[in-house]
């Protein structure tokens, strides 16, 4: 798949980079996907949610009314489940939510999701560029320039650039990843991919 290589003014510059098949044109796995993007959202997860067991509130265990006599069902303590304010039978505990992930698998699945993204046309590729100092509205003016303002966008670059990073954080609808941090979640999430034209090369390095 061949590319034109587009300036930070939305121009085409005359080069061209051939994407390679074996990163952007694989048969998509949808399997690895899900597995994927699934670790990627229980890696999210703080699993500090707890709730108190009847053996945890606070309540005295006084007997609350005799046994029988009282045409009620029998009764011990106010802790039990079935009043308010007792405990809440098999509740949430903390827990750590992570699970493993073959490297492969993870490949397959990022190479899954950017295939998927080549074949909607989804993907465009950005001349090396750089910012003299984080601002915001630089960064906004080469998105405006590639009619991307309004468009949920993922920027990808080959390495850490903290100018670039500083100045596209606080938008809503941008993301900025280095090769090294992209994840499958990142790609789908994403309504265009825009690689900067040093980091198609080591994605495919990569990734392959």
Same mark, same amino acid.
């Given at each position: 798949?061949?590319?034109?290589?587009?300036?930070?003014?939305?121009?085409?510059?005359?080069?061209?980079?051939?994407?390679?098949?074996?990163?952007? +044109?694989?048969? !998509?796995?949808?399997?690895?996907?899900?597995?994927?993007?699934?670790?990627?959202?229980?890696?999210? &997860?703080?699993?500090?949610?707890? +709730?108190?067991?009847?053996?945890?509130?606070?309540?005295?265990?006084?007997?609350?009314?005799?046994?029988?006599?009282?045409?009620?069902?029998?009764?011990?303590?106010?802790?039990? !489940?079935?009043?308010?304010?007792?405990?809440?039978?098999?509740?949430?505990? !903390? &827990?750590?939510?992570?699970?493993?992930?073959?490297?492969?698998?993870?490949?397959? +699945?990022?190479?899954?999701?950017?295939?998927?993204?080549?074949?909607?046309?989804?993907?465009?590729?950005?001349?090396?560029?750089?910012?003299?100092? !984080?601002?915001?509205?630089?960064?906004?003016?080469?998105?405006?320039?590639?009619?991307?303002?309004?468009?949920?966008?993922?920027?990808?670059?080959?390495?850490?650039?903290?100018?670039?990073?500083?100045?596209?954080?606080?938008?809503?609808?941008?993301?900025?990843?280095?090769?090294s941090e992209l994840t499958t979640y990142d790609v789908l999430n994403a309504d265009k991919v825009v690689l900067a034209e040093g980091s198609v090369a080591k994605l495919e390095e990569t990734l392959n």
């Open positions: 798949m061949e590319l034109s290589v587009l300036n930070i003014k939305g121009k085409d510059t005359g080069k061209k980079v051939t994407l390679s098949d074996s990163v952007f +044109a694989v048969e !998509p796995n949808d399997h690895a996907i899900y597995l994927d993007v699934k670790q990627y959202l229980a890696h999210q &997860r703080q699993g500090t949610h707890k +709730a108190k067991e009847r053996a945890e509130v606070d309540f005295s265990t006084k007997k609350i009314k005799k046994q029988k006599g009282t045409g009620g069902a029998r009764a011990g303590s106010r802790k039990s !489940p079935v009043f308010v304010g007792g405990g809440t039978i098999f509740g949430p505990r !903390p &827990r750590d939510y992570s699970f493993k992930l073959n490297k492969k698998l993870k490949s397959l +699945a990022r190479k899954s999701a950017l295939s998927y993204k080549a074949k909607e046309k989804s993907i465009s590729v950005l001349e090396n560029f750089s910012l003299t100092s !984080p601002k915001t509205s630089e960064f906004v003016a080469i998105l405006s320039s590639l009619k991307l303002e309004n468009t949920k966008t993922l920027l990808i670059i080959s390495e850490e650039n903290q100018n670039i990073y500083l100045s596209g954080r606080n938008l809503t609808r941008t993301k900025i990843v280095t090769v």
